[in-house]
């Protein structure tokens, strides 16, 4: 199923490559997303079943047309700027047979990209590394390369139309498919060839608007909704302490323009930005050379920073649902026990751990202070036995002061709130009376 728009000449090699992997039985579907420039008319020359759209609506649409009007139990979305291997359809239905409980599959962008111009050879190479590192039981779909059986496809009502460009809509399937529990693979040798052109200003602009904020609203989403997002792929481990790292850069060079010995600490950031980018660096080595890996480690570096204009940009229209959750918690009750064991463990591990400081420190001596304490908390010493004693006392009484608190709280709470509906049922009575 291969959605095309302004396909251009790379759309017939792309049906090219269709073609030849395509066996008796299989069909090839192109919805013509409008007439555009009117590449998608060799499509029939190909074998292909072609559906046109008068006006242009986005990929998400043209494949959910697409897939409604296929006859198998597979569905292949393929992006019109993408090649196939000859083996890719065989590898596709080796692994629903093998594994029937898998619902959909992805591949990967191989490392041979068509354009060889810097910027593109740069931005394919890392989707391939990314992939080709991610976890082999994924958490989102991929348009552009991408398998799924029908019924499960249908069964989830498809792509969200409501992206009118080619943006998320694969990501939130995927988050859909995986929050309903179907399982979603990621198969590594199941690779395509990407033929898009990118330039600097116009990857920059495709990340940060048609990727980063729209995918960052749907992160906020899934946060609010699941708790957590899945550490794979973009949002691995190393991926968000280099964002972070990257932020830091930034603010302590903007932070040396009044303090200059700040800027002694951009070596070490320096170095631990490096560092968590020494794998993928190392794999632009070996594929495009030296030269090749400094300019990536530049265009790394700009990649977390528009990273972060991306994610500010999305959660800025999320900050009005944040807040309402956030006063509906603070109108919810509080755990009791809860409460008690947080802050108690609070207390006790902080007298602890400052016990044990002043011993490693210098011994006793330096602790004069701190004994008074034993005032209050009978035993206690600066010694590391008051240590053990300390954490327990304080805890008792950290958790204690928690206890009550949220008795006094949640109490006090509902006599306001009740004291509130009482008032409203009294006005209420008082119009009904008047009318």
């Not at 552009?144 to 029908?150: L, P």
Request: hydrophobic share 45%; glycine share 10%; charged share 15%.
């Amino acid at each position: 199923m291969i959605p095309v728009y302004n396909g251009g000449k790379v759309f017939e090699a792309c049906l090219t490559s269709v073609a030849a992997a395509i066996r008796p039985g299989d069909e090839i579907i192109v919805v013509a997303d409008g007439e555009s420039d009117g590449s998608w008319r060799i499509a029939p020359h190909f074998g292909a079943t072609v559906i046109p759209l008068e006006q242009n609506g986005g990929p998400a649409r043209a494949r959910n047309i697409g897939a409604k009007s296929a006859k198998g139990d597979i569905i292949f979305f393929v992006d019109a700027d993408c090649t196939i291997r000859p083996n890719a359809l065989s590898i596709i239905e080796s692994v629903f047979t093998n594994e029937p409980d898998v619902a959909a599959l992805i591949g990967s962008y191989d490392d041979t990209p068509y354009h060889t111009t810097f910027v593109s050879q740069y931005k394919n190479l890392l989707h391939h590394y990314v992939h080709q590192h991610g976890s082999t039981e994924a958490s989102t779909f991929w348009g552009a390369c991408g398998a799924i059986r029908r019924e499960v496809f249908l069964a989830v009502g498809g792509f969200t139309e409501t992206y009118t460009r080619a943006s998320i809509e694969d990501i939130e399937l995927g988050y859909r498919l995986t929050s309903a529990h179907y399982r979603i693979r990621l198969i590594k040798e199941l690779q395509i060839t990407h033929m898009k052109r990118w330039e600097a200003i116009g990857l920059i602009k495709t990340e940060v608007l048609l990727r980063g904020e729209p995918w960052t609203k749907l992160l906020w989403k899934q946060m609010w909704h699941r708790g957590k997002v899945a550490a794979d792929l973009n949002l691995d481990a190393r991926h968000r302490y280099s964002l972070l790292t990257s932020a830091t850069i930034i603010a302590v060079t903007i932070a040396g323009l009044w303090y200059p010995l700040a800027l002694l600490g951009l070596l070490p950031l320096f170095g631990c930005f490096l560092y968590l980018n020494s794998s993928v660096l190392r794999f632009f080595y070996t594929k495009r050379g030296l030269r090749f890996m400094f300019g990536a480690a530049l265009w790394r570096f700009i990649y977390d920073l528009y990273c972060w204009v991306g994610f500010l940009y999305g959660s800025s229209g999320s900050v009005s649902g944040a807040v309402r959750r956030l006063l509906n918690l603070t109108v919810s009750g509080l755990d009791r026990v809860a409460l008690g064991v947080a802050i108690g463990v609070v207390a006790g591990a902080g007298l602890s751990g400052a016990t044990c400081i002043l011993l490693l420190k210098g011994g006793e001596h330096m602790g004069h202070f701190m004994n008074l304490l034993g005032q209050f908390l009978p035993g206690y010493t600066v010694s590391w036995s008051g240590a053990l004693l300390g954490f327990i006392e304080a805890f008792v009484l950290g958790y204690l002061f928690g206890w009550s608190f949220a008795i006094i709280r949640n109490y006090s709470l509902r006599f306001a709130l009740g004291r509130e509906k009482f008032r409203q049922a009294l006005i209420r009575i008082s119009e009904s009376r008047a009318n």
